[in-house]
C-alpha cells in the first residue's frame, strides 16, 4: 500500500519540523536555527541543528540528517509508510492510496476485515461474560476486586468452554481459514475449534482504538494460564502495550509499566491511569519505542521474584538506549503491583512510585548480590560491572555522586573506580568514531560526509536556490548522472522547475516510498543542503566535477570498444574509436583548463 504524493506532501506541511523534533529534544534558539542534543548519539555540547526555513535538520556530531519523515523513521524505528501514518495521525489528515495491486488489494481487506471480526468477537465475549455461562468468570473478577465500570471500561469478557464464538461467527458470513488468519480458531485434527476457551478475555486495543487482539486467563488449572493471539496480519505481542489506548490520554509525565493485565487494570480503577503493561516478562525495543512516542519518563514495576528481575535489567537497558529517563520501583515482601494496591491502597503506591530507585540504584543493588566483599575477587568484579554502567551517564555531577558510592561499597579509593570508569568512558568513544550511530536498518557511517558526491551536492544548491537551474539547463542532463539512484530525484526538480514552479525539499519525499534505498542518498543531499550557502559560489565546479566524471566514464567505454575492435581486427573501426577517443579527452582537457582559470 502506498499513499498519493499529495497527501504526503500535505502530511509534511502540517508537521512543522521544529514542532516535531521538540517533542523528543529540548530545542533553542541559535540565530535562523534551532540547536539541541542529538537524540542520536550521546554528546555534552549541542551538535544537532534544525532549519525551520529549510525544514531540515543534521547533526555535526554523527551527520544524522534529515527532514520530518525521516527523523520520525529514525527516531521510532518506522518504515516510510509508518512514519507517514504517524505524522498524518499526529496532524489528523487523512491519508489517500494510490491505486493498490491485485495483492496489495487483498492484503488490505483482510487486514480491515481482521479489525472488524476482532470487534464482533470483544462484543460476544464480554456479552458472555453477563450471561448465565459467564457467571463464574464474573464471580472470579469480582473476587480479584474489579468494580462493573472497570470490567465494562476494559472490555474485558468470557470465552465459554464450547465452540459458541466460531458458531456464531460462521452465523454472520465469516469462513473459517480466515478465523483461523485472525487468530480466533485453531486447526486440529480435520477440524476448527475456539482458540480461546473456558477463559476471562482482555481485549488488548492499540493506540488508534482497534481490537488487535486478545489475552485470555484460564479460569481452571488449564495451561498455560494466559493464552494470547497468535501473530497476525494485525497483533505482533512485541508491538503493542496492554492499555496504552488509555494511558496515552495521562496527563501524568510518566508511564510506570507492569507485568500483566491485572496490574495495569487495577491501578487504573485506582486512579493512576498512567500504567501500560508489556503483555509478558520482556520489554522489546519496538514497545519501548512506542512508549516514547508518548512519554520521555518511566517507572518499571515489575513482579520481585527472579524472572521479574531479569525482565526489569532487559527493560532498563533498551530504555537506556533510547535516552528514556528510568526509575525502578521495588514492591515490599515480593508483591505484584496488584496484591499490593489491593492490600495498601492507592496512596502507598504513590508514595512508592515518588520514592522509586534511579537506574543506577537499582543495578548496583543488584550487582550486589551474590558478593562478599570481604574477598578481593569479588571487590574487582563488582567495581568493574558497576563501572560499565557509571560510563554510560553523561551528567558529570551523577557519574561523581556513583563513584563515590561505589567506591564506598567495595571499600577501595575513589580513584581507583574513577580510572575504571573512564576506561569504559573511552572504548565506548572509539566505538562511536567508526560508528556514530544507528537507526531502522540503516547504519550511518560518520566518514559519509566526505563521500556526498557532487550529484548530491547539485541537487541541494537546485533546492536550495531554484534560481541556479539557469546554469545547468541543456548543461547536464540525467543520463549524465553516475549514481542511477539519483535520476528520480533530478528528474522531478528540472520537470518542476521546467514547469515554472518552485521546488523544495518536501516535494521530492515522496519519491523515498518508491524507493527504500534512496533514504541515505536523500539523507546525504540534506546534510549538502546545510552546507549550500557556503556552496553557492561553487556551482561552477560541481557542474565541472559532473561533466568530467561522466566524461571519464566514457572515455573508457571507448577504450573498451577499442580493445575489442582492436582484437576483432577491425581496423575502419578502431580508427574511428581513437578519434571519438582524443575528443573526449580534449573535452576533458577544455574542462581542466577552465576550473584553472576559475581557481589559478
Not at 43 to 71: D, R, W
Not at 326 to 332: A, D, E, F, T
Amino acid at each position: 500500500m502506498a499513499y498519493t504524493r499529495e497527501s504526503i506532501e500535505k502530511v509534511i506541511e502540517a508537521n512543522d519540523i521544529v514542532d516535531v523534533i521538540s517533542d523528543y529534544v529540548e530545542l533553542k534558539r541559535a540565530g535562523k536555527e534551532f540547536r539541541g542534543l542529538c537524540p542520536f548519539h550521546r554528546e555534552k555540547t549541542p551538535s544537532f541543528m534544525v532549519s525551520p526555513t529549510k525544514q531540515v535538520y543534521h547533526c555535526f556530531g554523527c551527520n544524522a540528517s534529515g527532514n520530518v519523515v525521516t527523523f520520525i523513521m529514525d527516531i521510532e524505528n518506522l518504515s516510510f509508510k509508518e512514519a507517514i501514518e504517524f505524522l498524518a495521525e499526529r496532524a489528523g489528515i487523512p491519508l489517500e492510496e494510490v491505486d493498490l495491486s491485485e495483492e496489495e488489494a487483498k492484503r488490505k481487506k483482510i487486514i480491515e476485515e481482521i479489525y472488524r471480526v476482532n470487534k464482533i468477537a470483544a462484543l460476544f465475549f464480554h456479552r458472555k461474560l453477563f450471561s448465565e455461562e459467564g457467571v463464574k468468570a464474573l464471580e472470579y473478577l469480582k473476587s480479584r476486586g474489579l468494580s462493573s465500570t472497570t470490567i465494562k471500561k476494559f472490555g474485558i469478557g468470557y470465552a465459554p468452554s464450547n465452540d459458541d464464538l466460531l458458531n456464531f461467527l460462521k452465523g454472520k458470513g465469516y469462513k473459517e481459514n480466515f478465523l483461523s488468519k485472525a487468530g480466533l480458531v485453531v486447526y486440529k485434527s480435520g477440524k476448527y475449534y475456539d482458540r480461546f476457551k473456558d477463559r476471562v478475555m482482555f481485549p488488548i486495543i492499540d493506540v488508534r482504538g482497534n481490537v488487535v487482539g486478545f489475552g485470555g486467563r484460564a479460569l481452571d488449572d488449564s495451561l498455560p494460564k494466559y493464552l494470547n493471539t497468535p501473530e497476525t496480519e494485525i497483533f505482533k505481542k512485541g508491538k503493542t502495550l496492554f492499555a496504552i489506548n488509555f494511558a496515552k490520554k495521562t496527563q501524568d509525565d510518566k508511564f510506570i509499566i507492569v507485568e500483566g493485565y491485572m496490574d495495569a487494570i487495577s491501578l487504573h480503577q485506582a486512579g493512576i491511569d498512567c500504567a501500560v503493561a508489556s503483555l509478558g516478562t520482556a520489554l522489546t525495543e519496538d514497545q519501548a519505542r512506542l512508549i516514547k512516542r508518548y512519554k520521555k519518563n518511566v517507572v518499571i514495576a515489575y513482579d520481585a521474584d527472579e524472572a521479574g528481575v531479569n525482565a526489569t535489567l532487559r527493560g532498563l537497558d533498551i530504555l537506556e538506549k533510547l535516552n528514556i529517563n528510568i526509575k525502578v520501583l521495588s514492591i515490599p515482601e515480593g508483591k505484584d503491583p496488584d496484591e499490593f494496591i489491593k492490600k495498601e491502597g492507592s496512596e502507598a503506591f504513590r508514595r512508592l512510585v515518588e520514592n522509586a530507585e534511579s537506574l543506577i540504584e537499582f543495578k548496583s543493588k543488584i550487582f550486589k548480590k551474590g558478593f562478599d566483599f570481604e574477598k578481593v575477587e569479588d571487590r574487582i568484579i563488582y567495581v568493574k560491572k558497576i563501572a560499565s554502567e557509571i560510563a554510560k551517564i553523561s551528567d558529570e555531577v551523577k557519574r561523581e555522586v556513583y563513584i563515590s558510592a561505589a567506591a564506598k561499597t567495595a571499600q577501595i579509593p575513589e580513584n581507583a573506580v574513577r580510572t575504571e570508569v573512564d576506561r569504559f568512558v573511552k572504548r565506548e568513544t572509539e566505538k562511536k568514531q567508526k560508528f556514530m550511530y544507528r537507526t531502522g536498518n540503516i547504519r550511518h557511517n560518520i566518514y559519509s560526509s566526505s563521500k556526498i558526491s557532487p550529484e548530491k551536492y547539485l541537487i541541494a544548491l537546485l533546492l536550495h536556490d531554484n534560481n541556479l537551474y539557469h546554469k545547468i539547463k541543456g548543461v547536464i542532463k540525467p543520463d549524465m548522472l553516475e549514481d542511477s539512484k539519483l535520476k528520480p530525484i533530478f528528474e522531478e526538480i528540472v520537470s518542476s522547475l521546467e514547469g515554472g514552479k518552485q521546488v523544495q525539499i518536501k516535494d521530492i519525499v515522496y519519491l523515498i516510498q518508491e524507493e527504500d534505498n534512496l533514504i541515505s542518498d536523500f539523507n546525504d543531499i540534506v546534510k549538502a543542503l546545510f552546507e549550500a550557502e557556503d556552496l553557492s559560489q561553487m556551482v561552477d565546479d560541481i557542474l565541472q566535477k559532473i561533466l568530467l566524471n561522466n566524461l571519464a566514464r566514457k572515455r573508457e567505454e571507448i577504450r573498451k570498444e577499442i580493445l575489442n575492435a582492436h582484437l576483432l581486427g577491425d581496423v575502419e573501426k578502431e580508427r574511428e574509436l581513437l578519434i571519438k577517443l582524443q575528443n573526449c579527452e580534449k573535452e576533458m582537457l577544455k574542462i581542466k583548463d577552465g576550473q584553472k582559470e576559475r581557481n589559478p
